[in-house]
């Protein structure tokens, strides 16, 4: 199955201080490269959020969401949009699926192979969605069906372009709609880094301080 991927960094952050999950460092990873890790098999990856600190790999493109921090929603629109943009040719086209990431999961990788093949197994499901330990679903840990997703984005704004009413909408009024298959993971996969009491359980540590994510800082 091709597949694209879209990884939300835009957030907040307001119970971490304003400090961009993003750059939280695990294992001498980033949660971004973490993130990004989880998705090195996606045909295209778009990161939507603020600019990274470091620079992001080659081919992978940075948007940001319009108007800035309006959510998830209106963040996926615009990965959406950047990914249909950066197509070169008709052999560069429409995958068959997106994976949507949030990037405060620091062991999103092993949920990833699980809701891939979820989606794989079930050709009539609009999308798999990850269930964590509490039997909560996770709509930015899941993988939709390209043609379910941009219909439901279109539905709900008559555009892919990010703005309009997708701005604040929730995500699971967006998924209202869809059929979707609810894939178990291993414990603690979709476990996030929100809090100061999450960061310390799950090992994330905060960027050093720099004159540079002082700045970054400031803007949020």
């Not at 197994?121 to 939709?144: F, K, M, N, S, T």
């Not at 998924?175 to 100061?196: E, G, K, M, N, Q």
Request: proline fraction near 6%; include cysteine; aromatic fraction near 4%.
């Amino acid at each position: 199955m091709l597949f694209d991927a879209i990884v939300l960094t835009g957030g907040r952050s307001s119970r971490l201080n304003s400090v961009p999950k993003s750059e939280f460092v695990v294992d001498d990873a980033t949660l971004l490269d973490r993130t990004l890790g989880a998705a090195k098999n996606a045909h295209r990856i778009a990161v939507v959020g603020l600019e990274p600190l470091t620079d992001l790999p080659a081919g992978v493109v940075l948007v940001r969401e319009e108007p800035p921090f309006s959510g998830p929603v209106a963040a996926i629109a615009a990965g959406i949009a950047a990914l249909t943009a950066s197509t070169d040719d008709a052999a560069d086209g429409e995958s068959d699926a997106f994976l949507v990431l949030a990037c405060d999961m620091p062991h999103i990788r092993h949920a990833v192979p699980s809701l891939l093949a979820g989606l794989d197994a079930a050709p009539l499901v609009d999308g798999a969605i990850a269930i964590d330990d509490g039997g909560r679903r996770q709509p930015l840990a899941a993988v939709y069906r390209t043609h379910a997703l941009i219909a439901a984005l279109e539905a709900a704004s008559g555009s892919t372009q990010g703005g309009g009413q997708l701005a604040g909408l929730a995500m699971f009024r967006l998924l209202d709609h869809l059929t979707l298959v609810d894939i178990h993971v291993p414990h603690d996969a979709t476990a996030d880094v929100d809090t100061w009491d999450d960061a310390v359980r799950l090992g994330a540590t905060p960027p050093a301080p720099s004159a540079e994510s002082d700045e970054g800082i400031h803007h949020e």
